[in-house]
């Protein structure tokens, strides 16, 4: 399978940014783990980060012809954009929603996600673990 995994916003931040919520692994340190985790199973996995919601979207629609499947975790994204909720439905990608620390026991703004209802699947407070399973529910589904 051919795997996009977006993150959005902040998240080029990992390891430097409120490290006791996000943890200490940069996004690097993240990507890498993944990679490594999911090695045996053959997937071609891209990675992709920005911190601006149009690039964000023209990555979505440019691979949503050459990916099987999308792993996103929109940040600050996840709260407020309709533009990416469209980007994410149009492109008719499975995609599940990640989150590294549990939305739903944090502030309430962030216990609401505009893509949610857009994705297969929403994984919140599993830490870098969500990624992974979020490629596992990506693998169920196309199978």
Not at 6 to 35: F, K, M, T
Request: glycine share 8%.
């Amino acid at each position: 399978m051919k795997i996009i995994i977006v993150n959005g916003p902040n998240l080029n931040l990992l390891g430097e940014r409120e490290p006791d919520i996000y943890g200490r692994d940069s996004l690097q340190d993240v990507n890498d783990w993944i990679a490594e985790t999911m090695a045996s199973e053959g997937h071609e996995l891209t990675f992709f980060q920005s911190n601006h919601e149009g690039q964000i979207i023209d990555f979505l629609h440019s691979h949503r012809h050459f990916s099987d499947g999308c792993v996103i975790n929109p940040g600050g994204l996840t709260h407020y954009s309709v533009a990416l909720r469209d980007a994410i439905a149009g492109c008719q990608l499975p995609t599940v929603e990640v989150h590294l620390s549990d939305i739903h026991a944090r502030e309430a703004f962030r216990q609401v996600s505009m893509v949610k209802d857009v994705c297969i699947e929403q994984i919140s407070g599993l830490g870098k673990q969500g990624y992974v399973d979020a490629i596992a529910l990506l693998q169920s589904h196309l199978n």
